[in-house]
């Protein structure tokens, strides 16, 4: 069985590191050890995985498939590991974290590298992007993400809570109106962002009752800052976080509307595979962003 596990190991290593000699640098082994793993895996399941040649390395089709499939199984077994060596040991390793790109680079960065100032033996991959990642897929350990969790094969710990405000610019304010109600808003241009799983039927709060409106508009975008963009343009009303519209609402910019029609907002969450063992280095990074994000709230 560690025969085998070898065998697999090696396979993930070597197209990881992008071809045998990067992979024996990287993890001590011989060229020629790691060659004869892979050549011995094929064989074993009697089908090619990799396309050799002086230059590249590629995965044959059924080496992507077997690829997919070892990558999360090796992981599962490392954070096995991990997890019982957590139990009695510092927490250590490599955290691969996914977020939204402005906040992180101006809210999260700081929290986790506070995280990792505390605990020198966490290395973090901090991945920036404003989308939905596939955090199996793409070996994503916890995802942060301002939403309300959808997934039923993932699991959410909320971490803040975040405010969302609906605005325009004063141009547009002069040219369409104020609106006064969430109704209104169906007969006035709207920026829509695609990240938000509501993105063109906004929620109010009017009478004390749940209203849902269908908007439209001139402009579809998948970032807050682009609709930011969008409606410091004057091209429509948007919704966006506080931490990115209130500069411009302070600088008279941006004009906020139906502030009091607003329902909750969703939280920050830190998101992660439904797995039976959590590795104890992503537990203590989730609990450092709690207890942060409970001294420095979110405005």
Not at 66 to 89: G, V
Not at 91 to 100: D, F, L, Q
Not at 234 to 246: H, I, K, S
Request: charged share 25%; net charge neutral.
């Amino acid at each position: 069985m560690s025969q085998d596990l070898a065998r697999i190991r090696a396979f993930v290593q070597v197209f990881d590191a992008g071809g045998f000699s990067s992979a024996a640098r990287q993890h001590g082994r011989s060229k020629a050890l790691l060659s004869k793993y892979v050549t011995d895996l094929e064989d074993y399941l009697g089908v090619r995985l990799m396309n050799r040649t002086t230059r590249k390395l590629s995965l044959t089709e059924a080496g992507e498939a077997y690829y997919r499939e070892a990558s999360q199984l090796l992981q599962q077994l490392d954070d096995l590991d991990a997890t019982i060596s957590d139990q009695t040991a510092e927490p250590r390793g490599m955290v691969r974290v996914s977020a939204p790109r402005n906040l992180g680079e101006t809210t999260l960065a700081p929290a986790i590298f506070a995280f990792m100032a505390k605990n020198p033996l966490v290395s973090v991959d901090l991945r920036l992007e404003d989308r939905y990642v596939d955090l199996v897929e793409e070996g994503v350990d916890v995802a942060l993400r301002i939403s309300t969790l959808a997934d039923s094969s993932l699991i959410a710990r909320k971490i803040a809570d975040m405010r969302h405000v609906i605005c325009g610019s004063p141009e547009l304010v002069k040219r369409v109106g104020l609106p006064e109600s969430g109704e209104a808003l169906r007969n006035m241009p709207c920026i829509l962002d695609t990240n938000i799983p509501s993105h063109s039927s906004w929620r109010f709060i009017e009478d004390g009752k749940p209203l849902t409106v269908h908007v439209a508009g001139p402009a579809r975008v998948n970032s807050p800052v682009a609709a930011m963009q969008a409606a410091l343009a004057g091209l429509g009303f948007a919704v966006l976080p506080t931490y990115l519209a209130d500069p411009h609402i302070a600088e008279g910019r941006l004009v906020r509307v139906l502030e009091d029609r607003m329902p909750e907002g969703p939280s920050l969450q830190a998101v992660y595979p439904h797995r039976r063992h959590l590795a104890g280095k992503v537990r203590a990074l989730i609990d450092h962003l709690v207890a942060w994000f409970a001294d420095n709230p979110v405005k």
